[in-house]
């Protein structure tokens, strides 16, 4: 298929990769000469023009949900042409998701954040939360299938981006819950990786304390995740702020796993 893309970063390159990879003809918007470069490094093609990547898929992958806002505030969604599919990765409100749908009738939007990292679209195990109509979800099965595995579709368009925060949630609750465990056990007299490694053989097991055991402390994970955690976080609370309620009695253990 031809699809375009927007944010070939962290996350975006090694989607570009896999894309070309399973016979996809891709365009990638590269603002620099030097990102233009790197783009026909991974087997696509670069464009410096946003018109040239408004193609039958458009694929965006930008960090921040207000990037997604000022991308679709310019000139791409006119330029799609009707019955394109724009797909959205980055985490966000899902409001954003259906405020685009309303700007570009012409357009099928699909709510897409993701779960897992580079390491997981290298090797096409990617989790992906979409939403969106049944028909917008099948056609673009066969783009996302290239690093995506599973594509779960959970609903109506917003519907992706509100499992995303949900999941979100939960992990920084679970990263929280392990730091106030490192307390009690120093307290305690427990070595924290004494303590980590004994919580993974008990009924306190979780994912969110595998990947703190593999790193070594609660800290250090929290400060490699943290700049992702801390914004997903942010627009959780907006999020729920705006629909009239709140993160309840998960509160304080989710402050706990974000960094201050």
């Not at 891709?26 to 990102?35: M, N, P, Q």
């Not at 990037?67 to 797909?87: E, K």
């Not at 595998?210 to 943290?226: D, K, L, N, P, Y």
Request: net charge negative.
């Amino acid at each position: 298929m031809e699809v375009g893309f927007i944010g070939a970063g962290r996350m975006g390159a090694p989607m570009v990769s896999r894309l070309v990879q399973a016979g996809h003809r891709v365009t990638v918007l590269g603002r620099t000469a030097e990102k233009r470069t790197a783009i026909a490094e991974l087997g696509a093609i670069a464009a410096g023009d946003i018109a040239a990547v408004a193609l039958e898929v458009v694929v965006l992958c930008v960090f921040t949900d207000d990037q997604v806002r000022a991308v679709c505030a310019g000139p791409l969604l006119d330029a799609m042409p009707a019955g394109a599919t724009l797909v959205i990765h980055t985490t966000g409100s899902p409001r954003t998701a259906q405020w685009i749908a309303e700007r570009a009738p012409h357009v099928a939007v699909v709510d897409a954040p993701v779960s897992g990292g580079p390491h997981d679209i290298a090797a096409g195990r990617l989790t992906v939360f979409a939403g969106g109509t049944d028909d917008a979800i099948a056609g673009i099965r066969p783009v996302l299938a290239s690093y995506a595995d599973p594509l779960l579709h959970m609903g109506p368009l917003g519907a992706g981006q509100g499992m995303k925060l949900v999941n979100n949630t939960m992990f920084a609750a679970q990263i929280g819950l392990v730091a106030e465990a490192v307390r009690m056990g120093a307290h305690l007299s427990i070595d924290e990786t004494a303590l980590l490694g004994a919580l993974a053989h008990g009924s306190g097991a979780s994912r969110a304390l595998e990947m703190i055991e593999r790193a070594g402390s609660t800290q250090r994970f929290i400060g490699a995740v943290g700049e992702f955690l801390t914004k997903d976080v942010a627009v959780v609370q907006r999020t729920l702020a705006d629909l009239g309620f709140g993160l309840g009695a998960l509160e304080p253990v989710v402050g706990a796993g974000v960094p201050d």
